[in-house]
């Protein structure tokens, strides 16, 4: 379980920053999010499998997070995939996604599926046993969603008691621990939970997409248990007034959301090009506010960086 960051840069790419797509590879599958410009290529320098992509995120239609989408879509196909994939977007997803497929020849042989995200309050996009999205409405200067990712994980088993209770080892405990009562030899009916724990806490990501600071989507973090943050910062405190012009959040501004939503660690990223040989006004800040906090680690996102979520 990973995350590998697949372009970091803002709307204009970079030599050192390539255009908005972040891949996060659980349990065998791709998720990605976003996919600015040449992602397909940047996903070439990483282990992360195009083929294994079943669902795109999209944040919002400005080109620095969808002109990927064409040559990546073309390039599975080409691929001799067959599998569907859903891709999710703010209003007016499903016409660009129209208007891609009419770019060009290709052999696009799988159904793509569209899923608009229409309401002004966060919800439940997707999810499985194992996992579960969710998106929130963000503010930028066209509509805008962030997502949030967070693991299901199942209750632990009380070996000891449930022995003790008198349930056999063997298929009487995978019952249990999947929330069916079982009989023991005796005739004696346990329940899941007379032996079941609380489970273990699953990992929890949320991304903010661009996006002027919202301090409710720090709170709908914290309300989810989210122990990371990606959170775009475009530029840095002293160019505020850009932010405000543009529409999106500086290092501070990312900052201050992570402390709302009480998590570990903060990744920053969508970093303008004006940094992109002289970054030392950006790194002093993040190097100031990493001082002074002490229960918040901040990094700054790099193109092909990993981050562990074990």
Known sequence: MKIVFLGTGAAVPT???????????FDGEIFLFDCGEGTQRQILYTDVSPMKINNIFITHLHGDHILGLPGLLQSIGFNGRTEPITIYGPPETEETIENILKIGYHSINFNIRVCELHTEKPMKIAGTEKYEIYYYPMNHSVPTVGYVFREKKKPQLNLKKAIELGVEVGPKLKRLKDGNPVKTKDGKIVY???VLLPPKKGICIGYSGDTTPLKDFGKFLK???CRLLIHEATFDSSRKNNALETMHSTVRDAVNIAKIAGVEELILTH??????DKMDDYINEVNILNAENDNLNIIIAEDFMEYSLK
């Open 223 to 225: 309300s989810l248990g």
């Open 271 to 276: 970093i303008s090009a004006r940094y992109d």
């Open 15 to 25: 030599k050192n920053r390539n255009h908005s797509s972040i891949g996060l590879k």
């Open 192 to 194: 899941p939970e007379d």
